[in-house]
C-alpha cells in the first residue's frame, strides 16, 4: 500500500494507556510517515501534550486504565483539534455525548481502518 | 184474634191492632248490637242453655264490604248451633241466628227474608227494621234486646216490640263499651229491663216461662182474670193514673198479664196486691196500657188521600189569614200532628197564602206530650221520608236524631186532654183520630165520634184509622174516602147528646156565623136588635140553633133536663101555634104568622108566631120562628087564630115565675162571689205568667247554651268520623303490610295466648286461624332454642326487647325479636314476635367474609406494598410490605392523605399520577419514580394504580402499589457497565494480541521462530486473563500470577518462590507482570540459567516503603547457568519489558548481567497497581 501524501508528517496525538496496542498503533502510524506525538497514558498527560499544542489530529482511547476520557476530548474540541476515539466498546455508548459524537475507530483494527479515519478526520474537522 | 168482634164499628183488626201469637210459635228474642257487641253477645249467649225454647237472632253493624266472621266467633261461645241467615230459611227453635252484611233482615211467618237497604249506607237502621218485623211476626212472643253500640238503632223498633206486646231489654249502659245504643234505648221509656249481660239470659227464661208467654190462648186469660181487671181499672182510676173504664178489656187484660209476667207474678190478686203497695209498678202499668203508636205518614196512601181530598181543597179554599184549625186527639209523640202541619205548610206555601193555621195536638199522657214537644225523632222514624220533606221540615241534631223545624212546631200546639173527660175543641176544619177508637169498647167509640163531630164545623173533615169506621153514627158523617176512612162532618145541627160533667157552654161561640164585616155586622146586629122580633132559629127537628132577642116572654126551659127542643121551651099555649106555623111554612114555603095569646102576670095577650124557611150558605133548611107580641090587630088572610089556653094555668105559672126569681137571685149572688174569686185567680195567674215568662227567658238561653255545645258536639263527631275512616285506612295499609312481607310476626297477648299472626309464621309454627286465642305454649315451634316464651314473658311483663338467632329444622336461620305490644295508649297489652328470615344473609356473609379473608392473605403474601384509598386519597388498607418499605405503622397511616405519608416524599409525583392520569385512565401501569425519603435514601419506584369504581354497597376505591426497582435499576446499569467493560477488555486484548504478533514478527527471521514466540506471548496473556477472570476483573493475586506465568518454563527445583507479602494486582497491571515475567522466563530458557538442567531461577519481592511513595520491588535473579554476557544488542524482549515498565507501570527495571547470572529487579509505586488492603472494601461496594 502507497503511503498518502496528506498523511505525511501529520502530527498524531496517540492517547493510549497499554503499552503493547499503544506501541503497535505508533508502528502503524510511523509506517504512514506521520509523526507520533505521545504516547501518552493518562489523563493528565494528555492534557499537557494537547495544551504544548503542535497537534494535528488525536487517537484517543476511551477508557485510560480505568479512567474516563471525556475531560481530553472536551479539551480537544475547545483547541479545535480532530480526533478519532479508539475504542473496544464498539458501538456501545460512551460516557459523553462529545464523545459518542466524535469519529470512532473500533478495536482491532487493520491499517487502512486507521488510514481512512485519519484521512477523514484530517479533512474534514470536527465542529464545535 | 179477639178484636174481631165489633160488629157496630166493623173492625178490622190489622198491624195496628195488637193481636196474638199462636200457642205453637215459639219466641224469638233479636239481639241489637254495634260496636264493642262480640263480647257481650259471647258473655250472653254463654250463659244460655241448649234448650232455652227460643230462636236468637243477632243483628249487628257490620262493615258491608267485609265478610263476617261473627257466626264463627259466636259458635265457641254456645253449643246451640249458631247460623249465618240465609234469604227463606226458616227460624228453628234453640238455635242462634247472624245477620250477614249489607242485608236488611226481616222475618215473615217464621221465614227470613234478606232484602236490599233501601237506604244509602249511614242511614240504614237494620236493627229497627228487623225488631218492627219480629213485633208483627211474634207479637207478644217478640224479645229485643239492645246492647252495646254507638247511635240510636233499634230505639225506633223498640215502641213496635213493645207495642205488639213483646219484651224490651237494653244492656245496663255502664257495662257497656260503647252505651249510646242501650242508652237511646232507655230514653226512649220502652224498655222493661236494664240489665247486665250476663243477669239477661235468667231474665229470657223466666220471661218465656210465664204463663204471659206459655199458655196456649191468651185471650182465655181475659174471664179468667175477669173482676181483677176492673178492679185494677178502677184502682187506675181512683190513683189519678187514668181512666180505662172505656178501653177495651182484652187489650187491657193482654198488657196487665205482660205487666204480671214482668213482676213474676202468676196471680192477678198478687199484683192488685203488688199496685196496692207500690206506685212505681202502678204508673209503669198506666204507661204500657197507654201505648200508642204513630208515625209519620203512616199508611202513605190514606196520606195521599187526605192530602188530595182534604188538605188541597181546604187550602184551595180559604182565603189568605184565614184559619184552619185541626185537631189531633191522643197526638202520642205528635208524628201524626206534625204530619198534618207539613201538609198544610206545603199546600198554603204552594199557593202562596199566608194561613192561621192552628193544629190542637192532645194526650192525656204527660209523658207523650213532653215527648211530642221536644219534637226529636230518631233517624229510622223520618229516614224512610222524601228526600225534600226531610230536609224542608227537618234539622239533623246529631247522627240519630232529627228535630222537627221550628217552623212547624210553632203551628202545633200540645195540651193536655183526656179525650174522654174533658171538654172538646170545637170549630175544626179537621179532625185527625187515627188508631184509638180500636183500643176503646163500643160505647165509648161512639162517644168519641160524636166528639168529633161536635169538634168539626159543619163540612169538616175526620181522619181515622184504617181499621176504624163512624160504625153507628154514619148519618153525622159522608164518607170522602172509604178505603182511607175520610169522613165530611154533615148535619151539623143534630146534635148528638154529650154528657161532660165539666163542659163549659160555647154552643154560642159554635154558632155565631161567621162576619163578613165588622161594621156590618155591627149594623145588623143593631137593626136586628131593636126591629127584629125575638125568634129563633130551629131545625127541622125543632132542636133550637139560635136564639135571637128577648125569648123568655115566649120560651122558657121546663123542669128536668136543659133541652133544647122548641116545642118543649114554649111557654103554655104556644106549642101547638108553633107546630102549625113551622108544619105550614115547611110544606108552603113561605112565611106563615099565626097568632096565639099567652098568660103573662099581667094578663092575657096576644102573640104572633111568624115561621119561615130559612136555607144556610151550604144549603141545609132551618126554620126561623119570631114571636110579635100581639098589640097589632092582623087582618092577613093568613092569620090563623087560634084560640087562648085555659086562663086558669096563670096562677101555677106566676108561682112558677117566683120561684125562679129566688132561684135567679141566688144564682146572681153566686156568680158575684165568683167573680170575686175570679179576679183573684186571674191576679195570681197573672203573676204565675210573669214568673213564667222569666223562667222561659231563662230556657231561651239555656236552649241557646245547648244549641252550641250540640254544634260543637256536631264538630266532634265529624272529626271522628274522618278519624275512623283514616284509622280504617291505615288498618288495611298495616295489614296488607304485615300480609305482604315475609317477616314472620305473632302477637301474644298478657297470658301467651295468640292473638295474631302473619302467614310467613308458617315455616316456624304450624298454626291456623283457627288457633287464634289458644296459648303458643301448646305448640310445638321448628326451631331450635330461642326462648320465645320467656323473651314475651320478659317484654310483656319488663318490657324487654330481645333478639336472638334461630335455626329452624329446616335449616332456615331467622332473626327473632321479640318487643313489648303497646296500644295506643301506651298499655303493655302482650308481645310482638318477629322473626326475619337471614338465611341468605347468613350465606353471603359467610361466602363475604371468606372473600376477605383471601383476599386479605393475598394482600399478606405479597411482597409489593399495595395500598388501598378510598375517593378522597384517604389509605384505607396498607399491606406489611408497604410499613416495611417506609418504615411507618400500618395502623397509624390509615386515614392518613397519602400524601401526607413519610412527610410527603410522595407528593409532586403522586398528584401527576394521582389527579392527572387516573381519573383519565382505569388503570395506570410501571409508573416510575424517584424519590429521596426523609432518612435521605434514594429510591426507584415503580407505581401501578388501578381505580375502582364505587358503588351504592362499596365506595369508589384506588389501589396502589409501589415496587422497589432501585436494586434492579442498579443491576440493569451494572449490565450495560458489565457489557461495555466486555467489549473494552475483549477489543483491547485482541488488539494486544495484533500487537503480540506484529512484535513477534518482527523479531523472527523464520516462521518457526515467530510461531514459538507468538505461541508463548499468546498463552502467557491467556494464562494472565485466566487469573483476571477468576478475580472477576478486580484483582489478582501476584502468588498465583507468578505460579501460573513460570509454569510452562518450569523443571522441579528450578524455581525457588521465596514469598512475599500478598499483593492483589490490579488487572491491567497483572497482564503487564505476567507478560514480563513471560519474557523473563523465555530469556532465561533461551541464554540464562534456565537453558541448563542446573541453573535456578529465585523469585522474591517486597514492600518498599522508604520513599514518599510505597513502592512494589520485585527481584528475578537467576543462578548455575551458563556464564552471562551483557546482550550488544537490545532484543525484541527486552525492549518491550523496559517500555512496559514504564510507560503502564510507572515504574523501572534494572537487570544486572552478572556473570553468575542475570538478576532483574522491578520497582514500581503500589498506588497505581495493586489493591492495598483498605480499598478492598471501597472496591467491592463499588464495583
Redesign the interface.
Known sequence: MTSIPTLCGQKILLIEDEWLIADFISAMLEDMECTVSGPVATVVDALTAIAAGNIDCALLDANLNGECSAPIADALVAKGIPFIVVTGYGGLDLATETMNTAARLGKPFLEADLRRSLELALNKPVLK | MTEAANPTLGLTPKNDEPGSAGPDVFPIVGIGMSAGGLEVASALLRGLPIDSGMAFVIVQHLDPTRESLLAELLSRETKMPVVQVQDGMSVELNHVYVIVPAKTLLIEDGIFRLVEPAERRGMRHPIDKFFTSLASDRKQKAIAIILTGAGSNGTAGLVDIKQAGGLCIAQDPTTATFNSMPRHAIDSDVIDYVLAPEDMPAALLQYVQHSYISDAKPEQIEPALGDGVEEIITFLQKSGIHDFRQYKRATLSRRIHRRMNLCHLESLADYVALLENNREELKALGKDLMINVTAFFRDSDAWKALENDVIAPMVDRAVSGDPIRVWVPACSNGAEAYSIAMLLIEHSELLGKTLNIKIFATDAADNHLSAARKAIFPGSMVEGLATDRLSRFFEKIDDNYYRVRQSVREIVIFAPQDLLQDPPYSRMDLVSCRNLLIYLQPSAQAKVLALAHFALREGGFLFLGNAETTGSHGNLFTEVSKKHRIYRCIDKARRPALSFPDWPNRLDDAQRPRSTSPIADIAVKALASHYAPASVLIDRNYQVLHFHGLTEEFLAQPAGSPTMDLLALARHGLQMTIRTAVQKATSEDKKITVQSSIKPVGGQQAVFVSACKVTGADGSVNILVSFERGSRTNTQSDLTKVLPEDVNLRQDVEEVLRAARAEMQETVEQYETTNEELTAANEEVTSVNEELQATNEELEASKEELQALNEELSTINAQLDRKIVELGDVHDDLKNLLMGNDVATIFLDTDMHIKWFTPAIDTLFSLRNEDIGRPIANFAQMFVGGGLLEKANAAAVDLVISEAEVETYAGQHYRMRVLPYRTYDNKIAGAVATFVDITDLKRHHAVTEAQKQFSAAIVESVRTPLLVLDAKLRIQMASAAFENMFDIEVEESVGEMIYDVDAGVFVPELRVLLEDMLPKHEKVDDFEVQLTTASGVVKDLSMYARRIEGDANRPAAILLTIEDVTDRKADIRHQELM??EL??????T???????A??SRRGSNTLEQFTQAFDGRLHALASANDLVIAGSWKSVDLRHLVDRAVRPFAQSGQFVIVDGPPVDL?P?ASL?VA?ILHEFATNATKYGALSSKAGTVSITWRIDRDDSTPHFCFEWTESGGPAVTAPIKQGQGTR?IE??VT??LKGTITLDFAPGGMRAILKFPLTETTIQPHDKKIEGKAA
Open positions: 457489557i461495555g467489549s473494552h477488555r475483549v477489543k483491547n485482541l488488539t494486544v494480541v495484533q500487537s503480540i506484529n512484535q490490579r491491567q503487564t507478560m518491550f517500555r512496559s510507560y503502564e
